[in-house]
């Protein structure tokens, strides 16, 4: 079954499609307070509830591989990564005046235009795209896993020792600085 522009509109949707959008406001409003806090613990906490939102968001897109790859992969590893790394690097828990920027607003307009731009441009190159949902070929683990293994196994791996490179320098250069900035003892004070 084909779905057509006059067989379900954009002014009559159903419980999916009103999930769909409820779970993507919600996932964008985490999206925003994790760039906008100041305490770097509770950023990544808010980029779980992100990421987790974006499983739902596949889930509901009929695409349960990817939603288990997104929770396993990235709420489940990249997240812990992330709190390892903060917490090995001795990284200030509350607030911190140096996760803040002069340059807010600039940010906030880049990433307007940035937004903006890639509304327009997906928008008009899916204008009068259905995705024909009945069809159980497209989404199936088998096609998936292929194309995701055939095509994208080098940057997935190339990501993977990137994250460990830099677990590794931060475990480093924590180190290194807490023997520098470790307090004399009593003996070397006399």
Do not use: C
């Not at 990235?74 to 709190?83: A, H, Q």
């Amino acid at each position: 079954m084909i779905l057509t522009a006059e067989a379900n509109g954009f002014l009559s949707p159903n419980g999916v499609e009103i999930v769909f959008l409820l779970v993507g406001v919600v996932t964008l409003g985490a999206a925003v307070i994790t760039v906008t806090t100041r305490q770097l613990v509770h950023a990544a906490l808010w980029l779980v509830v992100a990421l987790g939102g974006l499983a739902v968001e596949y889930l509901l897109l009929t695409a349960e591989f990817i939603a288990w790859v997104q929770v396993l992969i990235y709420v489940g590893s990249v997240v812990v990564l992330l709190l390892f790394g903060l917490m090995l690097t001795r990284a200030p828990i509350g607030r911190s005046p140096d996760a803040d920027s002069e340059n807010r607003w600039v940010a906030l307009a880049v990433a307007l235009a940035a937004a903006a731009t890639l509304v327009t441009v997906v928008a008009d190159a899916f204008r009068s795209t259905w995705i024909d949902l009945d069809r159980s070929v497209q989404g199936s683990p088998e096609v998936t896993g292929e194309s995701l293994f055939r095509h994208w196994v080098l940057p997935f791996e190339a990501l993977s020792v990137l994250l460990l490179a830099a677990l590794v320098g931060a475990i480093t250069l924590s180190r290194r600085r807490g023997a520098d900035d470790a307090p004399a003892s009593p003996k070397q004070e006399r």
